[in-house]
């Protein structure tokens, strides 16, 4: 990326398609908070993500509607939610910003979420009336999809509205040490998206399906381990491989070794460590 008059290199890439239309979002909030901290950034098109910060950090948004979406199975929904996960994991700090998750209230009783769209004060009355968008998705299907990218090396941030995932995504770009540890980080590199041409390519992805193992850790595991099987067949080293932890361990064996359930709830996959950072 190129300095501008000043100088100045980009601290933060935002996508050009996150600062359209009128609509408010966390990014667009976010710039103004990046304003006034006097971080520099850019707006272009890059190809994976929505934000890319320093110290290899990307930055997915969506909202819960765009998660329903894909969870009901459109043509494309899925296959896109895929990709993009799959490009998050060529960064080693991979983040999905869920822009209002905090502030849906879940209905398992009738099998539904509702979604809030507006809120309005009550003329002479003390109280807010919220307009909702109830959505016919289960409450756990929602969960399950949620664990399901945790569970891929992907980290969740919690919002609950476009102000208050402002402020999130601020505190993980720009961290309350910034002036000082900004000589020590790397700025923002843009990569683009990769298609699985090699077979080095496939057998990443082959190791990143299992749980805690996203494309950083799949490329350090087959380093050590140089074939995929040898990898399987050895599991309980993988301890030895810096960023992976006990857990992820437990967890990648008991896929492995569990027998198939044939159908049966085998309950809910088991989280990888919380020191699992690549």
Known sequence: MQADLFGNVPEIVIDVHETRGKKQNAVKHLMRLLDQ??????????????ILGPDDIVI??????????????????VPRLTRQLEGLLEYKRPYLLIENILSIRRDPVKGCIYIPMKSRPTKGKPYVVTMELVSRIHPS????????????????????????SAGLLLSILVPDVRPDM?????????????????????????????????????????????????ALNRTEDWIQIPGIGPKTVTSVRRILFSDYP???????????????KS
Not at 141 to 164: K, M, T, W
Not at 262 to 276: A, I, K, M, N, V
């Open 60 to 77: 997915e948004r969506k909202t819960v509607s765009d998660l329903v979406h894909t969870l009901q199975g459109s043509s494309t929904g």
């Open 141 to 164: 299907s929602l969960d399950s999809l949620i664990q399901s990218i945790r569970d891929r090396g992907i980290e969740i941030i919690e919002g609950y509205n476009a102000v208050h």
């Open 37 to 50: 901290e006097r971080v520099t950034y850019t707006v272009e098109q890059i190809p994976i993500g929505d």
């Open 182 to 230: 900004r000589k020590g980080e790397r700025l923002p590199v843009i990569r683009t998206r990769k298609t699985r041409d090699t077979l080095a390519d496939e057998q990443e992805f082959f190791l990143a399906g299992l749980p805690g193992v996203n494309v950083v850790r799949a490329r350090s595991i087959l380093s050590g381990f140089h074939s995929p099987i040898e």
């Open 262 to 276: 044939r159908g049966e709830d085998s309950g809910p996959p088991t989280e990888g460590d919380s020191e699992d």
